[in-house]
């Protein structure tokens, strides 16, 4: 049987799914496919290469930092958040935590980053062999936000965030052959995302990449529709979405050290439900 796990990311909410992932890994719980999205990538990079409690680290102390993320990076480089600070600075072999590379290589578990075209709006599904020692791309082209972030270029090619192309890839996960999946979100299942700060976002980058902005605009309708259809999976018994009930005053950009600790430790807790879920 081959079991998959999807984190959906959600900028700093993404802590939530950090507590579920430590969790996994103090238990010992495997997966045989793992698909991250935005910050949903970073977690799970950390994941597959053994390193609990790294981005713990990064969300609730390298977050709070100046070079992380703040209106200096906007107005100095166009981008709230410094890319190339998060997963090169810090996660180079030489970095202050580096990131396991070799642990990440070797594990047999598959990995996707999913990162959206800004040219076509479409998703691009990046894996394994797109990741290499002290290149970690895929995961800045995944975590662009638009707007607030630049669009991030892999070989000419300019990427912004995969929320935009594929928000909550549960049919990517089955038509790679999994049998059961794990759904990582990090707002409450039952609450329905809603395009008014997407519409905004999409206006500042009609002009210059207007089949991303048409992506931004539908962001919210297809986040719904794959939750609906995560849930009608969960009906099914082929899934198990795991959510916080709340999300303690985090949102995607906020950076309150205490309320991330909240949001990690729901996470930490409610991973009990996959370990349920994988007996």
Avoid at 136 to 144: E, G, L, N, T
Wanted: proline letters at 4%; hydrophobic letters at 35%.
């Amino acid at each position: 049987m081959k079991n998959g796990i999807i984190d959906v990311g959600g900028g700093f909410r993404g802590i939530y799914a950090c507590g579920v992932l430590d969790y996994c890994l103090d238990q010992n719980i495997r997966f045989d496919l793992g698909i991250g999205i935005s910050a949903g990538s970073a977690n799970l990079a950390s994941f597959i290469a053994g390193q609990r409690g790294r981005n713990f680290t990064f969300y609730t102390e390298y977050g709070l930092r100046k070079q992380y993320a703040g209106v200096g990076n906007f107005i100095r480089k166009g981008s709230f958040i410094d890319m190339d600070y998060v997963y090169g600075i810090l996660s180079n072999h030489d970095g202050e935590n580096p990131l396991n590379y070799a642990g990440l290589r070797d594990n047999p578990m598959e990995f996707i980053v999913v990162a959206a075209n800004a040219v076509t709006g479409e998703a691009k599904y990046f894996d394994k062999r797109d990741i290499r020692q002290d290149d970690y791309s895929v995961f800045k082209a995944s975590s662009s936000i638009p707007f607030v972030c630049k669009p991030y270029f892999i070989q000419g090619t300019p990427y912004y965030d995969g929320a935009l192309g594929d928000p909550v890839p549960v049919e990517k996960a089955f038509a790679l052959g999994c049998d059961r999946v794990v759904v990582l979100l990090t707002k409450p299942k039952n609450i329905l995302r809603t395009s008014e700060k997407d519409e905004k976002l999409a206006a500042r980058i009609r002009k210059r990449y207007p089949n991303a902005a048409e992506k931004l605009r539908q962001r919210a309708n297809r986040y719904d529709e794959g939750v609906a259809l995560a849930q009608e999976y969960a009906r099914q018994g082929k899934a198990l979405i795991v959510a916080p009930d709340d999300t303690c005053g985090v949102s995607t950009l906020s950076r309150d050290p205490s309320d991330m600790k909240r949001l990690y430790d729901k996470g930490y807790t409610d991973g009990e439900k996959v370990k349920s879920f994988m007996c």
